[in-house]
């Protein structure tokens, strides 16, 4: 197969970026979209060009590391599927592909396609735990949990914080990711001791780091690659409102 | 030349940690505040260390190099984590876990350490459980269980096929609260490029800030490495593309030995090999062989047929066939190879005839698709968005590939390699599963390490530090190690040859694969020994990295981790050709059985080879440790 791949090149955060043409040729239906770009990438070594930078690591669809938006969607044309997990048989042969990095005010660019997502950890560090210290857990079979609210926190527990939620969200709203990890920890028993001030303080910093609000247009469950239900985003706002009705401090 | 000291602890085996941990000196409170302690990697034993002795009051620094701790790769694990809970009621024990784990690595383990970590097994479930990991559950709430290849129990928890996503979500949160905490400073897009010993002992590191070049010191009172292993060494495996084994190597390099390095897991149940370009192959959980059925035809002519033609008297169950007690469920070395053999024959099947079918059509049959899709229903998506084929309707296609390497840094009882105060955990070190690692290990040895083990022994060597002050960055041996990273990084990029890293890689991952993969015998080590010392001396006058040294750049992250492959590689072989035994995952061609099974050699190799940097790496020095076997009598591993 023959492409012409449009990336975006990017040398460092203070630099302009710009869009770079490159033609491509002897792609395999087979591989997957990430060894086309170890393609592209080893002919620009050969001519002795700069690779274009960008962030993978399991190339499995679960480490969340891979991020390209390709012809307008994050993770490309498949649905479920991340970057990495997508293949060229997707594409048709003389197409032409657009890769662009996730844009958004809180994933500011590295370099090329690779953007820094810390603040997906800061939301966490603000509250995406339960507080128990190594050694004071009681019998995992001492809380039964219903079968069906295991599954549902399981259903939101399976956020790989990949970003592609913000990056196709028209207000870089990270309110599925956050949903998702408050539906996680407040349904399950264990997670009720702190639920509100967890809901309260991680909200707090999903705002302070640049994300903006969720006007729920649902474009962020559409790109989602694991599939993550707007109904956790509904839960969020529950959950929020109760927490701040109720609260005594925060 | 240095003696190896177990220290494991006198007594029965089953009081042994128990009265370790009674007796262990401890750092009092007022004082872990004034101990720092550096812990590299952020898997499943990093990020568990770094959280627990967070908690204990230490000052933890924690370095990964991914963009995020959450993304190490013990997240890619996906059947299950074991434990001795004996929930199900089945005859299971501590005991048996431990009898298992040393059985399944075919006798190549320290007792005592798996005595421990079996007996750990117990708290990681409940830790877990507590810290919100959606484990599957039962109609009445309680946990669910499967069983997993080598045991005739069923011990393993899970979490859809993403339980090491999910206990890596549950470490990652601990470790984010201990960051919230201000006890633990995490370093994301960091990599240690040396390990710092002062006056014989580790004091901190030199790491690399990946996005902007610059190199940095950190010290400590003690480094742990979490570092993972080195399957990468053979370019395709199932590791994600950033597992390497710098960490390691730089620290084996400083004087901390490597142990058992050709002990290798090949797992049989991977997407077989499509192309030339291929970057990585996937895994499919050994879980599936709770269901599925692995067969070939019986015939060579019917290889390249239509597998639902193929009827049923006409299909070859061969694991059914030559291990009835155990069947599709024997251990992955036993798996593994029996694969190689049918498809050596010729009967293998795909595209490129190096592949087995795993079916699922009797299971569908006796519990229904739904059954299965809750079952396993990620894992079929998974393979049907790689293959482009539907496994509840055909037969999957799997073949055996890299991945897990029980060999690593050799460490004693405490987890303390042969540098005093440098430590190793989880799958960097080398201690639980011997020659073979059983499904569903690797997640509990990674949380056992570092949530229950290491917080405690790491006490012993750290009580020790109480008076020492703050070490200081501006020794000595911090601008010589920091000198010696800079000068590496510029010769590297001062080469600029011909040859990309990746080029380099591919080669030495074929010269492994070949000769010191599933079956090795002497001859083509000692050949595999010559190419890689061939292609080490072409990489460094040969190989061509962009750019320079300060801000991103990745080809220099790589050629760095593909240079240190390139000096394991051959001490793997080394290791291969030094034990004249087939055992666990390293299989020697001249050392088998009249059904050609493996031959063990316990009078001569019960022991733990464990290698010493000589200077160069073709100048590697053996030391021995014997393992002692009190509690288990030692058997040939029959899974028949």
């Not at chain 2, 370019?235 to 960490?247: I, K, P, Q, R, Y």
Request: net charge neutral; hydrophobic share 35%; proline share 3%.
């Amino acid at each position: 197969m023959k492409f012409t791949i449009k990336v975006w090149r990017q040398n460092g955060p203070k630099d302009k970026g710009r869009f770079e043409t490159y033609p491509l040729d002897g792609i395999d239906d087979d591989m997957s979209f990430l060894e086309m770009i170890d393609v592209l990438n080893q002919n620009l070594l050969t001519e002795k060009k700069d690779p274009v930078t960008f962030d993978h690591d399991c190339r499995e669809g679960i480490c969340g590391m891979c991020s390209m938006y390709i012809n307008g969607t994050p993770h490309g044309p498949e649905k479920a599927t991340t970057t990495c997990q997508l293949h060229m048989r997707s594409f048709k042969d003389g197409d032409t592909i657009t890769i662009e990095p996730w844009r958004a005010k809180a994933f500011p660019v590295i370099k090329d396609l690779m953007v820094d997502r810390s603040a997906f950890d800061r939301i966490i560090q603000a509250g995406g735990y339960i507080s128990i210290n190594t050694g004071n857990a009681i019998d995992a079979n001492a809380i039964p949990i219903e079968k069906d609210l295991s599954n549902e926190a399981m259903n939101a527990a399976v956020c790989i914080g990949c970003g592609a939620c913000v990056a196709s969200c028209k207000n870089s709203s990270a309110m599925l990711f956050l949903s998702a990890k408050v539906s996680h920890l407040n349904l399950l028993p264990q997670g009720k001791a702190e639920a509100k001030r967890r809901v309260n303080s991680m909200m707090k910093a999903h705002d302070s780091e640049g994300f903006g609000a969720c006007t729920n247009t649902g474009a962020c469950h559409a790109v989602c690659p694991k599939e993550i239900s707007l109904t956790n985003i509904a839960r969020l706002n529950r959950e929020y409102i109760g927490a701040s009705l109720t609260s005594e401090k925060e | 030349m240095t003696r190896l000291v177990s220290k494991t602890p006198e007594g029965p085996l089953a009081d042994k940690w128990t009265n370790y941990k009674s007796k262990v000196n401890l750092v009092a409170p007022n004082n872990k505040r004034r101990i720092d302690v550096i812990v590299v990697g952020s898997g499943l034993a990093g990020a568990s260390a770094a959280a627990t002795m967070g908690e204990l009051g230490y000052n933890v620094k924690c370095f990964c190099f991914q963009d995020s701790p959450r993304r190490a790769h013990s997240i890619a694990a996906q059947g299950g984590i074991n434990a001795a809970k004996n929930y199900q009621n089945d005859g299971d024990s501590v005991y048996r876990l431990f009898y298992d784990t040393i059985k399944g690595g075919d006798y190549r383990s320290r007792e005592s350490n798996v005595h421990r970590l079996a007996e750990a097994s117990v708290q990681i479930i409940d830790q877990c459980a507590a810290q919100g990991v959606p484990f599957a559950r039962e109609y009445g709430g309680l946990l669910a269980n499967r069983s997993f290849g080598g045991v005739q129990v069923s011990r393993t928890f899970y979490a859809r096929g993403q339980t090491g996503q999910q206990l890596l979500i549950g470490a990652y949160s601990a470790l984010s609260r201990q960051i919230a905490a201000g006890t633990v400073e995490m370093y994301n897009r960091h990599e240690m490029l040396d390990v710092v010993v002062v006056d014989g002992k580790a004091r901190g590191i030199i790491a690399r800030n990946l996005v902007t070049g610059e190199i940095e010191r950190h010290s400590a009172h003690a480094v742990v490495l979490a570092t993972g292993g080195y399957g990468n060494v053979f370019f395709l495996s199932t590791n994600a593309m950033g597992s390497n084994v710098t960490a390691a190597w730089k620290a084996h390099k400083k004087g901390a030995y490597f142990a058992n390095p050709c002990f290798t897991q090949i797992h049989p149940t991977c997407i077989p090999v499509s192309g030339g370009f291929q970057s990585k192959l996937t895994l499919m959980s050994e879980s599936l062989r709770n269901d599925g059925r692995v067969w070939v035809p019986k015939r060579k002519e019917d290889c390249g047929k239509d597998p639902l033609s193929i009827k049923e008297e006409d299909r070859d169950y061969y694991l059914e066939r030559i291990y009835p007690a155990f069947g599709n469920l024997v251990p992955r070395d036993v798996a593994s190879r029996a694969a190689k053999y049918v498809c050596d024959e010729g009967r293998g099947v795909g595209k490129t005839g190096y592949a087995v079918y795993l079916d699922f059509s009797s299971a569908i049959k006796r519990l229904g698709e739904d059954t299965i899709r809750e079952r396993y229903g990620n894992l079929f998506s998974m393979y049907e968005r790689i293959t482009d084929e539907n496994p509840y309707k055909v037969p999957m296609r799997i073949f055996p590939a890299v991945h897990y390497t029980m060999g690593g840094l050799w460490v004693d009882y405490e987890l303390s390699t042969t540098v005093p105060g440098l430590y190793a955990v989880g799958e960097a070190n080398f201690s639980d599963h011997g020659a073979n690692r059983l499904g569903a290990s690797a997640l509990m040895q990674g949380l056992a390490d570092g949530y229950f083990v290491l917080p405690y022994t790491i006490g012993s060597y750290l009580s020790g530090e109480i008076r020492t002050g703050e070490i200081s960055s501006d020794h000595p041996a911090f601008d010589k190690a920091e000198q010696e990273v800079k000068d590496r990084l510029q010769k590297l990029l001062s080469i600029q040859g011909d040859r990309t890293v990746d080029d380099f890689h591919m080669a030495l991952g074929k010269i492994m694969w070949d000769k010191c993969g599933m079956a090795r015998n002497a001859e083509g080590l000692k050949q595999a020994i010559s190419e890689i010392q061939a292609l080490r001396e072409e990489f460094w006058s040969n190989v061509f990295i962009p750019g320079d040294a300060s801000g991103t750049n990745v080809e220099l992250e790589k050629a760095g981790r593909v240079a240190d492959f390139l000096e394991l590689g051959e001490l793997m072989c080394r290791d291969a050709l030094d034990r004249n035994e087939s055992c666990g995952g390293h299989f020697r061609e001249e050392y088998r059985t009249e059904e050609g099974e493996a031959a063990r050699n316990d009078a001569d190799y019960t022991y733990v080879a464990a290698w010493e940097y000589g200077g160069k790496p073709n100048e590697p020095n053996l030391h021995k440790e014997e393992l002692v076997f009190d509690n288990v009598e030692l058997k040939t591993r029959s899974y028949k």
